[in-house]
């Protein structure tokens, strides 16, 4: 009996190390093919949302062309742009610039919401619909997460440093259509240097592309790229 329950539990024996070593490194590569996929989506994202930035910026550049204004700002766009009657859709005050704030709280009658549904009206912007004052609606939402806002850093900036800005009308890029403040944004640290790498000089407070002014945001002129949990802001100047 002795003999037989021996063979008994030799058959019942666990995995060897050799079979344990196996699994584990077979683990290991699931694991690292999984966030190498998550890296290569993550920077598409990156990337498309810089193509879209440039969109926007080119989209304008044809308004301008085709009907000698600004979108947005335009003074008779009800009566020029087909389907902007009313709404989120009407006619600017022809000053010249959009008469909102960088980072400002959206709303439905101001130039920063006109500038993106007269574009659309003007069959230069795609995915805009009036109707809501949400990202994919009224303003275009972002590969990365969040959208687009819009504004002139003369009339004023929320979440931003004023004297950090040329007099010049900025894209926003944030997670909310709200006041931009700490909190609101869309893009890790490592996503916002990224992005101003790629359009600008990679400084957070100089040049075309600005950081919003959250200390976590911030190492001096450098994103502070070692804070991966913190979301940020960014504002890209368009049209020079």
């Known amino acids: 009996m002795e003999r037989t329950n021996l063979r008994s539990r030799s058959k019942e024996a666990g995995f060897t190390l050799v079979e344990l070593a196996i699994v584990m490194i077979i683990i290991g590569l ?39 204004a600004f979108p947005g700002d335009m003074a008779n766009a009800s009566t020029r742009l ?8 009407d006619d600017g005050d022809g000053d010249g610039r959009l008469d909102v704030a960088v980072g400002a709280a959206v709303a439905a009658a101001n130039e920063g919401t006109f500038f993106f549904t007269h574009m659309a009206a003007a069959d230069l912007l795609s995915g805009i619909d009036a109707q809501n004052l ?18 002139h850093s003369l009339v004023g900036v929320n979440g931003f440093t004023a004297a950090e800005m040329r007099p010049a009308h900025y894209l926003v890029l944030t997670g909310q259509t709200a006041v931009v403040a700490d909190g609101t944004g869309i893009l890790s640290v490592s ?11 990679g400084l957070i407070d100089s040049g075309s592309v600005i950081g919003e002014t959250a ?24 049209q020079g």
Do not use: H
Request: a negative charge; glycine letters at 10%; one cysteine or more.
């Open 30 to 68: 699931l694991i690292t093919g999984v966030l190498k996929g998550q890296e290569m989506i993550a920077n598409a994202q990156v990337s498309s949302t810089i193509t879209q930035i440039k969109s926007i910026d080119a989209a304008t550049s044809t308004f301008r062309d085709i009907y000698n």
């Open 82 to 89: 087909r389907n902007c009657a009313g709404g989120n859709c």
């Open 134 to 151: 949400t990202f994919g609606s009224s303003y275009p939402s972002a590969p990365v997460g969040g959208g687009f806002t819009a504004g």
């Open 191 to 201: 996503q916002a240097a990224r992005i101003d790498r790629k359009l600008d000089d």
């Open 215 to 238: 200390a976590n945001c911030r190492d001096g002129s450098e994103y502070a790229e070692i804070n991966q949990d913190q979301l940020c802001n960014i504002a890209i100047r368009i």
